[in-house]
């Protein structure tokens, strides 16, 4: 069903928070953008779940994933970009969308050394929840990744120590 032009811009302005947020590591903000019981995925581009060590990037609820982001972000500086986003309402409080992205990811105080940089496709579900549109499921998947050979190294062997 079409989006009426006010809730698409009440979404769309949501997931520009939600970039914003992620960015510049406002995590109390972050967390506000989903609901309680939302839930986070995200998956490399042969299907599999994305890891980080050991650590499957799979999430039940905005605290688990904003906690994971905390210590996984903490030397990082990175830049999230989604496209307008292709939106479809399901009911009057459901809106499903996906969004195109691309992100990269900078180790501060690596000389520009290691970085990481990829795309693919957010698929979300978004609820309306006392007059404000809420996060109620995210995955991503990834359409490609890139890394530099410093990244490449030093994550295989952190997948190795765990």
């Known amino acids: 069903m079409r989006v009426k032009p006010e809730v698409a811009e009440a979404i769309r302005r949501r997931k520009g928070q939600y970039c914003r947020y992620l960015d510049t590591k406002q995590w109390d903000k972050f967390e506000t953008l989903g609901l309680p019981d939302s839930t986070f995925a995200f998956f490399n581009p042969d299907g599999s779940p994305m890891t980080v060590g050991k650590t499957a ?32 309402q399901i009911s009057e409080e459901e809106v499903y969308a996906i969004w195109s992205m691309q992100d990269q990811i900078i180790m501060k105080n690596s000389l520009g050394l290691f970085w990481m940089r990829g795309g693919g496709y957010y698929h979300e579900t978004w609820l309306q929840k006392d007059g404000e549109w809420y996060l109620k499921s995210l995955r991503l998947e990834r359409t490609f990744s890139r890394k530099s050979v410093l990244a490449s190294v030093l994550l295989f ?6």
């Not at 609820?61 to 903490?74: E, G, H, R």
């Not at 062997?157 to 765990?162: A, E, H, S």
Request: proline fraction near 5%; charged fraction near 15%.
């Open 57 to 88: 990037l799979t999430f039940p609820s905005p605290k688990a994933f904003t906690t994971n982001l905390k210590k996984t972000f903490a030397s990082v500086r990175t830049l999230h970009l989604v496209g307008v986003g292709d939106l479809d």
């Open 157 to 162: 062997v952190q997948n190795i120590l765990g």
